[in-house]
């Protein structure tokens, strides 16, 4: 069994890779939550569905997010109440959008959560609708949020910052909230224990990844068992090919290269799979501590795609 | 002022016929909230949305409720979850159908009471939003809930009873769960007794306005200005215009005619206003303790309604 670590995009691009390599059925998803948000009563999970909509090839293959053959009815007919809200009221919030088809799926998950399931059995149920090979789990079952705390002062969450705001905005520090008494959610530990190799996703190594890691049991699995760890760079040229990761990185007082993410890696995944474009960095991800192993990581083509998931399972498996 | 206790599609109607004879602004409906209910963790309130999207002309004419120019994209995809969810869980429902931009109302409606705002604060913001001129009140601010009683047995919602069952299976007792610690919302007393007079509107004496009356402070306010309110009819011919108000009347042990209505209405209303076809019970309407008026109650015109809304206004004051 495969385990790997994922945020959104870059993850879900990655999961659908491997399928080509190896029995999708054999793959578990370790999603991050912290993303997760509640609107308009809602329970919302952009990661697991960005995930689950990749791998069912129902994403919207332009935007990278919700579905295919969307509508924005329910959004629209928002707006009026937008424009009469009062004031220190954030209802009828615009500026996340919902699709009409895309909705049915947090309908349906909030009212299993409202009947007591956990986040787990609902992945596992919406997984199941949607036909996903692959098993996806919540990195937790608790509810554990991402705050973002921009350069101009304030505290805002992790959709705000990302979609309100267009994460265009600096920031200085990001947090956990809850990670220090979430566990993980049931059957990952052990799944963590006993997978062939995990592979850490080319996702945003602070706010997709770095929720995943805040779970007390995280690290110290990944460090036992090192050798099998391997990372995919999700910084390609010094920069991320979607989103604010290499900001982040660089604003963090990290630095936007996949040596900056050989740092924040090596303590876990003995691997860093890089791109061609940053060979010349290969020795310094070695002085970072991680082996660095080149190949084409930007899954442009499924045959890329392919590649990355075949080399970076043998990267796991040689140590 | 005009007072008006309403239900859904009659009242929704008789307002606007009202707004023909007196100033909108000078008119308050007061809306039956015990058909509200919870669907994927969304409150829906369907007389206030009944009432205040016919007021907005923004019903959807065939149907009688919900929004014109709807579209059903959410519902249609909610079916993939009904499919799979867990026997015992009732998630995903697809019997109750909610439209794409009717989704916003509830939307904003769940927002904002999760901002500690109160179901009447709510209510005059989605008002305002369509430029309602009447003011429309909940009954309560505060959950009363209808439960049906089968004659198969088994207790069911309000909602299951009227939708899922299609109100199309008999029915041993209604009882309004919560009514007895629930009190009117701010400042309806004091509409209930200032009014000019009031109207009970053509609705289902049983479910419609039963609840409202179920509350403590109202049937001895009506019976102490008896002579002001006057009721109209849902009954017309001994059957309902629209939903099980003559089946329900029968099942319960009332009468499904002018005569049952008045029987029901005669402590809190002097006066019952009947449509021609039933003529010839007004001797039994008197009978009953209730002065009969009789004037065409089926609003199939403009002129019809404004005639009806005319009519009763004088019955209210003429005693």
């Given at each position: 069994?495969?385990a790997?670590?994922?945020?959104?995009?870059?993850?879900?691009?990655?999961l659908?890779?491997?399928s080509?390599v190896v029995?999708?059925?054999?793959?578990?998803?370790?999603v991050?939550?912290a993303?997760?948000?509640?609107?308009?009563?809602?329970?919302?999970?952009?990661?697991?569905?960005?995930v689950?909509y990749?791998l069912a090839?129902?994403?919207?293959?332009?935007?990278?997010w919700?579905?295919?053959?969307e509508s924005?009815?329910?959004?629209?007919?928002?707006?009026?109440?937008?424009d009469v809200?009062?004031?220190?009221?954030?209802?009828?919030?615009?500026?996340?959008?919902?699709?009409?088809?895309?909705?049915?799926?947090?309908?349906?998950r909030?009212?299993?959560?409202?009947?007591?399931?956990?986040?787990s059995?609902?992945?596992?149920?919406?997984?199941a609708a949607w036909?996903v090979?692959q098993r996806?789990?919540?990195?937790?079952?608790?509810?554990v949020?991402?705050v973002?705390?921009l350069?101009?002062?304030g505290?805002?969450?992790?959709?705000?910052y990302?979609?309100k705001?267009?994460?265009?905005?600096?920031?200085t520090?990001v947090?956990?909230?809850?990670?220090?008494?979430?566990?993980?959610?049931?059957g990952?530990?052990g799944?963590?224990?006993?997978a062939?190799?995990?592979?850490?996703?080319?996702?945003?190594?602070?706010?997709s990844?770095?929720?995943?890691?805040a779970l007390?049991?995280?690290?110290?699995?990944l460090?036992?068992?090192?050798?099998?760890?391997?990372?995919i760079?999700?910084?390609?040229?010094?920069?991320?090919?979607?989103?604010?990761?290499?900001?982040?990185?660089?604003?963090?007082g990290h630095e936007s290269?996949?040596v900056g993410v050989?740092?924040?890696y090596?303590?876990?995944?003995a691997?860093?799979?890089?791109?061609?474009?940053d060979?010349?960095?290969?020795p310094?991800v070695?002085d970072?501590?991680?082996?660095a192993?080149?190949?084409?990581?930007?899954?442009?083509?499924?045959?890329i795609g392919?590649?990355?998931?075949?080399?970076?399972?043998?990267?796991?498996s040689?140590?």
């Amino acid at each position: 069994m495969i385990a790997v670590l994922c945020g959104g995009v870059g993850a879900a691009r990655f999961l659908g890779a491997l399928s080509h390599v190896v029995d999708p059925s054999d793959t578990v998803g370790i999603v991050n939550t912290a993303d997760d948000t509640v609107l308009h009563g809602l329970a919302i999970c952009p990661d697991l569905d960005t995930v689950t909509y990749t791998l069912a090839n129902a994403i919207d293959p332009d935007r990278g997010w919700g579905l295919s053959d969307e509508s924005w009815r329910a959004m629209e007919a928002l707006q009026r109440y937008a424009d009469v809200r009062p004031q220190r009221s954030v209802a009828a919030p615009t500026w996340f959008n919902l699709g009409d088809r895309d909705l049915a799926t947090h309908f349906y998950r909030t009212a299993r959560l409202g009947e007591g399931a956990t986040l787990s059995e609902v992945t596992a149920e919406i997984c199941a609708a949607w036909q996903v090979r692959q098993r996806l789990v919540p990195m937790s079952d608790q509810r554990v949020s991402t705050v973002v705390t921009l350069a101009d002062g304030g505290d805002v969450s992790f959709q705000e910052y990302f979609v309100k705001l267009h994460h265009g905005v600096p920031v200085t520090a990001v947090r956990f909230v809850g990670a220090s008494e979430a566990t993980l959610a049931p059957g990952v530990e052990g799944i963590l224990k006993s997978a062939e190799c995990i592979v850490i996703a080319p996702s945003n190594p602070i706010v997709s990844i770095g929720p995943i890691r805040a779970l007390a049991e995280v690290d110290p699995i990944l460090a036992a068992r090192r050798s099998s760890v391997v990372a995919i760079s999700p910084i390609i040229g010094g920069a991320a090919l979607k989103g604010p990761a290499d900001r982040m990185l660089n604003e963090l007082g990290h630095e936007s290269s996949v040596v900056g993410v050989a740092r924040l890696y090596s303590p876990v995944a003995a691997t860093l799979v890089i791109d061609p474009v940053d060979a010349h960095l290969a020795p310094a991800v070695e002085d970072a501590g991680m082996r660095a192993v080149i190949t084409p990581s930007v899954m442009s083509s499924p045959e890329i795609g392919a590649e990355l998931a075949r080399v970076s399972l043998l990267a796991a498996s040689v140590q």
